[in-house]
């Protein structure tokens, strides 16, 4: 196993398109984690899984944003009628939960833009 | 509403010195902290963390100190290397929950 992988790890798109992310954790891992990062930021936190169960979700979330994780394994991120200010890297994140400290593991990210 | 503060964007040091970074918080529910480092074009690589109960921990070339009554926590690194420089991010995790705060990220540059 690699790691964490996400697919793509570019996006350009047009205002007003829908876009998809997908993430594939580490397996066993059954946390997993979307964060989004602008620059000179740190991740902002998005929304929460374990297993299939979306279980925290961040008021930046909008509603033009789901996630889902329909097996408990890969998960994908969907965007919904892009906006200027929705360009950002988006990076995905898992753990197993039973080490010290919690730590995550990250993926490389998606950098989408948006024209 | 910045939870997790890094107020130092930059820092630089030579080779073989001490590096210290930075990072104060507000939330008094964080009941661990982290730190990550992170390379350009690379996701965050988790680097050391500590439990609130604790006031230091050490792993290798990397020790964490926390300080709970001035909500300040620090990440020391000696000796730096030039591979050392990256981002820096600190991070907090509120008791009872899986969210994340991360700060803004400070840039160390390990020169030669």
């Known amino acids: 196993d690699t790691g964490v992988s996400q697919d793509p790890r570019h996006k350009i798109t047009k205002r007003g398109q829908n876009v998809t992310f997908r993430c594939d954790p580490i397996?066993?891992?059954?946390?997993l984690y979307w964060y989004r990062q602008t620059l000179g930021q740190g991740p902002e936190f998005l929304t929460y899984f374990q297993n299939e169960a979306q279980l925290e979700k961040s008021r930046l979330l909008s509603d033009r944003f789901s996630a889902e994780r329909p097996k408990g394994s890969f998960s994908t991120l969907e965007i919904q009628r892009t906006e200027q200010g929705d360009s950002a890297m988006y990076l995905c994140a898992s753990s197993d939960g039973t080490s010290v400290g919690n730590e995550q593991f990250f993926g490389p990210g998606t950098r989408l833009t948006v024209l | 509403d910045q939870q997790v503060k890094q107020n130092s964007p930059s820092l630089s040091v030579q080779e073989g010195r001490i590096s210290i970074l930075n990072c104060d918080y507000t939330n008094s529910m964080f009941d661990y902290f982290l730190w990550y480092k992170k390379y350009p074009a690379e996701g965050p690589t988790f680097l050391i963390s500590?439990?609130?109960?604790?006031d230091k921990n050490e792993d290798g070339r990397f020790t964490v100190f926390l300080n709970k009554s001035a909500k300040h926590l620090s990440l020391h690194i000696v000796p730096s290397q030039p591979g050392d420089s990256a981002v820096y991010f600190c991070?907090?995790?509120?008791?009872?929950?899986?969210?994340?705060?991360f700060g803004t990220g400070t840039r160390l540059k390990v020169l030669a």
């Open positions: 991070a907090g995790v509120e008791a009872g929950t899986y969210k994340y705060i």
């Open positions: 500590i439990s609130s109960i604790k």
């Open positions: 397996s066993e891992h059954n946390r």
